[in-house]
């Protein structure tokens, strides 16, 4: 932490004070004191920030001459006589925002509108009130699509075509798996019944996109045996704050089957520790309440009594180095998943993210006995399809009903 004893003796410090930052350089320090950052992260962002003004002053320039540009400038000099790292302008921009916010410096110039934001915001609201689903979810493959037809507005949409359309749909189809294809091919059609519906397009052109035919031999769920998922969890070094805040998640993965988004979004709100269970904020913003296993329960009080550290964050699980906030989305679960399946040696895996735990949960309960109806109550499935794909690794209770090949026992 940055202490007082550092501020008082440090050199740097006293260098800000005399700069041009002078008397407002104790919000920055109070900002990066709040949010836990370490006396090493603190001493460099501040040498960073004394640097940055005596170059300011060298140059002529004022605190109200500060912009975005000098930022790039400065950088590329500072490069020339010292290594760079890569959270300097990270670093610089935090400063400018803490003096914006005490309108210290002049607030920062908005960017012009990408009118294509106007029309896909129309649309999301349309969506999240008619279907709940979230604005990311919504636009992932439409940016792309309405960037290459040159769609800017609604009255651009209507000069759309069924050529245009399916032409665009066959070139991108093999962008990915056909997972990807199918969803690309979902999402399209989805949204041109909206401009149909809305009126911005004269006749419907979900016809146009190809449909993207599901093959009986699409790959298997992966997953690992139940002797390699403990191998992973026994990997979690429990001494560390670290290894135990992913020691957590991976309990959370391994016993329940949640899913990575539904870990990063778990909040401190979200357990009810006297009836043993908590809420799961899941796909599509539906809700379940679930119950908490004692071991599970066990390894997330550890994390809370031994290895998160403070913040007004109310998330569950926090950044192992300052600012201490929450996970921005699935990609930090899925990371700490990663990291753990490659330090304990685990192969043969088709992916090695959080999924891999919920495909091994899921087939070692139906190995045990467990129904599909169960397992998909546990996994949360809206469609039992979609639990019965487990089914084809079972390879136990399958071979016996296979029969026997007329052509002898080669």
């Known amino acids: 932490m940055i202490t007082d004893d550092y501020l008082n003796t440090s050199r740097v410090v006293r260098g800000l004070k005399q700069g041009p930052f002078g008397e407002h350089i104790h919000l920055y320090i109070e900002w990066l004191q709040r949010r836990g950052y370490s006396r090493e992260i603190g001493h460099r962002y501040l040498s960073l920030a004394r640097d940055f003004g005596v170059w300011l002053a060298a140059t002529g320039s004022g605190l109200t001459d500060i912009k975005e540009a000098l930022v790039t400038r400065y950088l590329a000099e500072r490069a020339r006589h010292r290594p760079r790292y890569q959270g300097d302008a990270l670093a610089l921009s935090r400063l400018f925002s803490v003096l914006r916010e005490a309108n210290v410096i002049a607030p920062r110039p908005a960017s012009p509108r990408d009118p294509r934001e106007d029309l896909l915001?129309?649309?999301?609201?349309?969506?999240?009130?008619a279907r709940g689903l979230a604005p990311v979810s919504i636009v992932w493959f439409l940016r792309p699509f309405l960037q290459e037809l040159r769609i800017a507005t609604n009255a651009d949409a209507a000069s759309l075509s069924a050529r245009d359309v399916s032409r665009y749909a066959e070139r991108h189809a093999g962008d990915g798996?056909?997972?990807?294809?199918?969803?690309?091919?979902?999402?399209?059609?989805?949204?041109?019944?909206?401009?149909?519906?809305?009126?911005?397009?004269?006749?419907?052109?979900?016809?146009?996109?190809?449909?993207?035919r599901r093959t009986g031999n699409e790959r298997l769920p992966s997953f690992m045996p139940v002797e390699e998922v403990e191998r992973v969890l026994s990997g979690c070094d429990r001494s560390t704050a670290t290894g135990r805040r992913d020691y957590a998640i991976l309990m959370l993965l391994a016993r329940l089957g949640l899913r990575a988004c539904e870990v990063a979004r778990l909040s401190l709100d979200d357990f009810d520790w006297r009836a043993g269970e908590f809420t799961v904020r899941g796909k599509g913003r539906k809700t379940a309440t679930m119950p908490l296993p004692p071991d599970v329960g066990a390894a997330i009080t550890s994390y809370l009594q031994q290895g998160r550290p403070q913040s007004n964050s109310r998330r569950l699980f926090l950044l192992a180095v300052a600012p201490y906030t929450g996970f921005k989305g699935a990609g930090?679960?899925?990371?700490?998943?990663?990291?753990?399946?490659?330090?304990?040696?685990?192969?043969?895996?088709?992916?090695?993210?959080?999924?891999?735990?919920?495909h091994s949960l899921a087939t070692g309960l139906l190995r045990s006995g467990a129904t599909l109806t169960e397992i998909s109550q546990l996994l949360r499935h809206e469609?039992?399809?979609?639990?019965?794909?487990?089914?084809?690794?079972?390879?136990?209770?399958?071979?016996p009903l296979g029969l026997p090949w007329l052509g002898g026992g080669q």
Do not use: N, W
Not at 386 to 397: E, F, G, M, N, Q
């Open 121 to 129: 915001q129309a649309y999301s609201l349309y969506m999240e009130r």
């Open 177 to 212: 798996g056909a997972t990807t294809a199918r969803i690309m091919c979902s999402r399209l059609r989805v949204f041109l019944r909206y401009l149909h519906c809305e009126g911005f397009i004269a006749d419907d052109l979900t016809g146009a996109i190809p449909s993207i």
């Open 332 to 358: 930090g679960v899925q990371t700490v998943a990663r990291s753990a399946i490659r330090r304990a040696g685990v192969t043969g895996l088709a992916r090695r993210g959080s999924h891999a735990f919920r």
């Open 383 to 399: 469609q039992h399809d979609t639990t019965r794909i487990y089914a084809k690794v079972d390879l136990d209770s399958l071979r």
